[in-house]
DNA sequence: AAAGCCAAGCTGGTCAGACCAATTTGGACT
DNA sequence: AGTCCAAATTGGTCTGACCAGCTTGGCTTT
């Protein structure tokens, strides 16, 4: 009960369209037409619509070709960006692998990028002070911070790589619990001043700054992940139940 | 704009995402939300349906994120260019990303192998010697080889990262292509040169030693993928005559 | 018998209305 | 003034229906 499902309130299109991949990849081949929606609709025990959304989202991932009152095609058998499945390691693996890829990315940046890049990465930055201005996390932003930064590079395995990790990251269940378990008000200025400097170093086109600056933020991230870690393990040993919730 | 007037029948919801994409960058800032998908429904006088896809559209496009049961907010006032739609990377980029990242794993490698990681580096370059002496391409042992340096770190997700980047530049059509393009012989006492001294400098435990010993071998790959690189694309364009081509 | 033609049926595209669950919000109560 | 709860709001999903273009099979015509 308390430790069931603090799980992903994962929308049902999305269950729909990993199952239609899991078939594309097991049974079908390029330019075979898969089923039609309402066959799918029933097969996988939902409406119609929910697998109109499945459909759409693998055709926007390049995965489908749909062509109108014609049928589903497979254009493709392989999802986008799920090269890399990193699950199973614990955040404090996870953070090493960032802490060695990073900084170098941030540098590269630094060095490649263009305008376009500072645009973006100053959006970033905006929706993360808004976010943060409504108390909540600044999950979204802080993910596209640092792909944007890996996009910079040019190089498209680095950014699958650094978004597989930011991915593993936040979405392994301990990262979850642990923040619960802490005031993530108290960094909130502080991941906000590291990627600022980050940003101030790349778009400054000075590639050591801004590989330190990332440096020094992902050093931030492994105390902070440290102290809540022992925190978490202190609580857990203490308080059986009834901790009071942060609203999330 | 669109220069295919006439037998385009668009569908709606693209329709309306543009409106919603002009929309925003009309007048919207980033973290604002957008009226409800009933409202949005109503003033482009389509069906809720079709909103929702426009607005799941526009999301798998980083421009908009949707939080259940609150509304749907503005995360970019761009549409993310391609991001998800990496076609694959080409070798070049891939051994960019093994350039940035192999070197760091040797380096922690010679300082946390074991005995046991020395036996199976050890264990690799014997494979590898054997299938060189049988005129066969060190593709298996090769892979070990790396492989277990990732391992040495004790760290799952380097592991992964490497095996994936490993996989992935071997199984791209074009590196394919280029071993049939180039007499691997010559190279071959150069890939085991480079091996036997990253193992001797990970064994003597000197982690700037190994690390060099990598970036060297890593060099040596890139320098070599060039050279044949260049050499197909000539006789593509060259040799119309007489060239051994491969049966497709 | 072969060629062409047409209608019935699939299939995706869209619409309408409804219910649910989670979030938000505002007012009532303490 | 602070707390707490219930109603309103919102996205998530389902049902069932109708439309329009493509496909197919049978039928007519030559």
């Not at 991949?21 to 081949?29: G, K, L, P, T, V």
């Not at 990193?86 to 953070?95: A, K, R």
Request: glycine share 4%.
């Amino acid at each position: 009960m308390l430790h069931d499902p603090p799980s992903k309130p994962e929308r049902s299109f999305e269950i729909v369209a990993r199952r239609i991949a899991a078939m594309i990849q097991a049974s079908y081949r390029i330019g075979q037409r898969l089923p039609a929606e309402r066959d799918l609709a029933k097969t996988f025990g939902v409406s119609r619509p929910t697998v109109r959304e499945a459909i759409l989202s693998l055709a926007m991932a390049g995965m489908l070709k749909v062509r109108s009152n014609s049928g589903v095609y497979v254009i493709s058998r392989q999802e986008a960006p799920d090269v890399h499945k990193l699950e199973g390691f614990g955040p404090f693996e996870n953070l090493e692998a960032r802490q060695l890829i990073e900084p170098q990315i941030a540098a590269i940046a630094a060095q490649r990028g263009t305008e376009a890049t500072f645009a973006q990465l100053a959006e970033a930055l905006a929706m993360m002070r808004w976010e943060h201005a409504q108390g909540r996390e600044a999950d979204t932003s802080d993910h596209r911070f640092h792909v944007v930064l890996a996009e910079a590079t040019g190089n498209g395995a680095l950014v699958s790589i650094c978004d597989s990790l930011w991915r593993a990251q936040t979405e392994s269940g301990i990262w979850q619990e642990i923040h619960n378990h802490m005031r993530m008000e108290d960094y909130r200025p502080m991941w906000l001043r590291d990627h600022e400097a980050i940003f101030a170093a790349v778009q400054a086109r000075n590639p050591r700054k801004a590989s330190s600056a990332m440096t020094r933020h992902l050093n931030n991230i492994r105390d902070a992940l440290m102290v809540a870690s022992k925190a978490k393990s202190m609580a857990a040993t203490k308080l059986p139940k009834n901790s009071p919730r942060k609203i999330r």
